[in-house]
């Protein structure tokens, strides 16, 4: 049996489900694109149609679509083979255009993702071909790249929206459902579409009449958190029962639970009562401990029973007086993975440009490059095309690094505005019939210049100019 999220899913915008304002300022801006049009970034809570949007989009348009997501490794390499190819090239399938996808834009920060925000806005600035991003947050959107796009917001969908949607579900498969039975999947859905076609899937699965009770079971699942737990077991306002309920709702399992639970066991301020807490703890810890060893996970249950009814116990309803945060060694790990990575992208730069073996790189050579860079970060940055955490590796000054990447941003940004200023000016003159000036002059290949007032200067051998090397030319080492 088919899925009825994919087998009902719009082909076209005039089916899409609510959002139409959206939808008409898609359609507009597909109808008027040119190259050098700033891309859709589309945003909004997952299932509300936003990739359906961009599909149904590229179907009107007759634009074949080119998808990269985050289970995609986008590492820059990657992006510029890809997508640089994609946006710069046309189609060979008959499409009148190819429309680049990148779908989880708000996701690039992984490892996988290093050097993907800088990719994608290179490829943004050279594309010719319409190019839309796609975000669940758009906080989460680096801030460089989002500059670069026209935010487009979608929104939650309404209840009497979604209505119509299941309703017709409901007749093309046969099926007769109350309009009680569809408001409780509308309304549980909370604007979510997708997450209302799954209930109606789940809830119409071997019978033909759906009824309000039929759909009660297939309602959006609605976990409790580790949040929900920790506050609970500090405050001490739910009895046994409910906390172990809160506990087996999790999807955490019981040595993650008792980390959260280790991290806010500080905000108990009697001393007596912290340490009575952190007895019960390091008890579940031998539970799960033998868990491990044994692989026996019915263990799990009773380290469970301890860590939560223990310490809840334990906190006698002292509440919750601070933020409640992941372990603290978590944020160490993610520190020193974080390094890691930037340890290895910067060794890998250096192998390209010197042509040195990252081992012996990092072996020999870590030190006199980093005096190298403290001499002048500005031309490493720019010729290793560093970011300001991998220059911060070698010079260990996060003021200075975040200073001199922000200038080499400035440059870059004036060095575009003149070359669009150019190139804007070329236009105007081809159009007014006249020559640009570039074209007017005489291109002599060699270094070489003549005097063309002296009338024997045909008889004199050419007066040679000091050669500078040319831009793209390491000049690092010179001396």
């Known amino acids: 049996m088919q899925d009825w999220v994919e087998k009902y899913r719009p082909q076209s915008l005039q089916d899409i489900v609510g959002n139409q304002q959206v939808i008409r300022h898609m359609a507009e801006w597909a109808k008027n694109w040119e190259t050098g049009r700033p891309p859709l970034l589309l945003y909004g809570k997952p299932g509300i149609g936003k990739t359906t949007s961009a599909y149904a989009l590229a179907n009107d348009m007759n634009w074949e679509v080119v998808e990269l997501n985050a289970s995609d490794q986008r590492t820059k390499g990657i992006i510029e083979r890809i997508a640089g190819s994609t946006a710069t090239t046309m189609s060979l399938s008959g499409a009148s255009r190819k429309l680049l996808l990148l779908d989880e834009a708000d996701n690039l920060h992984g490892t996988a993702d290093r050097g993907g925000a800088r990719a994608i806005m290179d490829v943004i600035k050279n594309s010719r071909q319409p190019i839309i991003l796609i975000a669940n947050d758009i906080y989460g959107v680096a801030k460089e790249l989002k500059s670069l796009c026209e935010p487009v917001q979608f929104r939650a969908l309404q209840a009497r ?3 119509p949607h299941l309703r017709y579900i409901c007749s093309k498969e046969k099926k007769k459902c109350s309009d009680e039975a569809l408001t409780e999947i509308a309304e549980s859905s909370s604007g979510d579409l997708r997450s209302a076609v799954n209930m109606l899937y789940a809830a119409g699965a071997g019978i033909e009449d759906l009824t309000v009770d039929t759909v009660s079971t297939a309602k959006k699942d609605e976990r409790s958190t580790i949040f929900e737990l920790v506050g609970a077991i500090l405050k001490g306002v739910q009895d046994d029962r409910r906390l172990m309920e809160i506990s087996y709702e999790l999807s955490d399992t019981p040595d993650t639970m008792e980390q959260w639970i280790e991290g806010s066991l500080l905000q108990i301020k009697d001393l007596n009562n912290c340490a009575e807490a952190y007895r019960y703890l390091s008890l579940s810890d031998e539970f799960i401990g033998r868990t491990f060893k044994r692989q026996y996970y019915t263990l799990w249950r009773y380290a469970t029973s301890v860590m939560v009814l223990g310490t809840a116990t334990a906190a006698g309803g002292s509440g919750v007086s601070e933020r409640i945060m992941p372990p603290s060694r978590w944020g160490m790990m993610s520190r020193g993975k974080k390094q890691k990575i930037i340890r290895q992208s910067v060794l890998n730069k250096l192998s390209e440009a010197y042509h040195v073996p990252g081992d012996t790189l990092r072996d020999e050579y870590l030190k006199p490059v980093s005096i190298i860079a403290d001499l002048d970060p500005l031309s490493f940055a720019k010729e290793l095309s560093l970011d300001k955490d991998e220059l911060d590796f070698f010079i260990h000054d996060k003021v200075r690094s975040s200073d001199t990447i922000k200038e080499i941003k400035k440059e870059e940004r004036e060095l575009e505005k003149r070359e669009s200023k150019l190139k804007k000016e070329a236009k105007n003159k081809s159009h007014a019939g006249e020559m640009p000036a ?42």
Do not use: N, W
């Not at 570039?438 to 200067?457: C, G, M, N």
């Not at 008889?459 to 000049?475: D, G, M, R, W």
């Open 161 to 163: 929206s979604i209505i």
């Open 438 to 479: 570039a074209a007017a002059e005489p291109v002599i290949k060699d270094d070489t210049r003549f005097s063309f007032d002296d009338p024997q200067a045909e008889e004199k051998k050419p007066v040679e100019t000091e050669k500078k090397p040319p831009q793209t030319q390491s000049t690092l080492f010179s001396f």
